[in-house]
């Protein structure tokens, strides 16, 4: 089966930095993807890594360890339109896209 | 405009009957997925097909049914045998492996 862990809630303050951090155990292996998504929303792409190391967007920066089976999402300058949930999705071996849980951030001022 | 559209957006049906949610593309992309999302949860994947006239069984595919005879089109039968139905239904679809998957708006569907 598979299996992908992330943190079910965080809490942040606007301005500051926050990381969601990922693991994951699948049967194979094409990538990792991060969504966001607000609430009674579909999820909207925000990151791709299939590639070890940092891959950065403007505010949004994601990390990826293949070998560790790890990831995180780095958001900067938080701000409170970044209150959503943030779902780490790992695309397999057999092109199927598994998803976490899902990480919801809340951001106070 | 390309996109991929799911209706309705929200769905009633009473306890024991079938219904089949609609979801097109036109983005011409050969993967197609469907997920259920619980209130608080993450998506589980129900089924996914990689070509026309082919499917598979997600995590959860269990009193649901989907068939695959068009590439655009990917709608889902959620059956009387889906013991817990209510629940917030995301369509998606991709090119190819490597890519982003594209997501409907969903339909949440409610039985009483």
């Known amino acids: 089966g598979q299996n992908i862990d992330q943190p079910t809630e965080m809490t942040a303050t606007e301005g500051a930095i926050v990381q969601i951090n990922c693991t994951y155990q699948?049967?194979?292996?094409?990538?990792l993807f991060w969504y966001q998504q607000h609430a009674g929303e579909a999820p909207t792409f925000l990151s791709y890594?299939?590639?070890?190391g940092l891959e950065e967007k403007g505010r949004f920066s994601s990390f990826l360890s293949r070998s560790k089976g790890y990831s995180y999402l780095l958001l900067k300058e938080l701000q409170m339109k970044d209150s959503a949930s943030y779902l780490c999705?790992?695309?397999?071996?057999?092109?199927?896209?598994?998803f976490g849980t899902g990480t919801r951030l809340t951001v106070i001022p | 405009d390309g996109g991929i559209t799911q209706s309705p957006k929200y769905l009633f049906r009473k306890e024991g009957q079938n219904v089949t949610l609609s979801c097109e593309q036109n983005?011409?992309?050969?993967?197609m997925y469907w997920y259920r999302q619980d209130p608080g949860q993450g998506l589980r994947l129900i089924y996914y097909?990689?070509?026309?006239?082919?499917?598979q069984k997600g995590d959860i595919a269990e009193g649901y049914s989907v068939s695959r005879e068009k590439k655009e089109s990917f709608p889902l039968t959620v059956t009387s045998a889906q013991k817990n139905p209510t629940a917030f239904y995301l369509c998606?679809?991709?090119?190819?492996?490597?890519?982003?998957?594209?997501f409907g708006q969903g339909t949440r569907l409610t039985v009483v």
């Open positions: 998606a679809s991709s090119p190819t492996r490597e890519t982003e998957a594209f």
């Open positions: 699948t049967s194979g292996f094409n990538g």
């Open positions: 890594n299939v590639l070890d």
């Open positions: 999705a790992v695309q397999t071996g057999a092109n199927n896209l598994f």
């Open positions: 983005l011409n992309h050969d993967a």
């Open positions: 097909s990689q070509i026309v006239n082919d499917f």
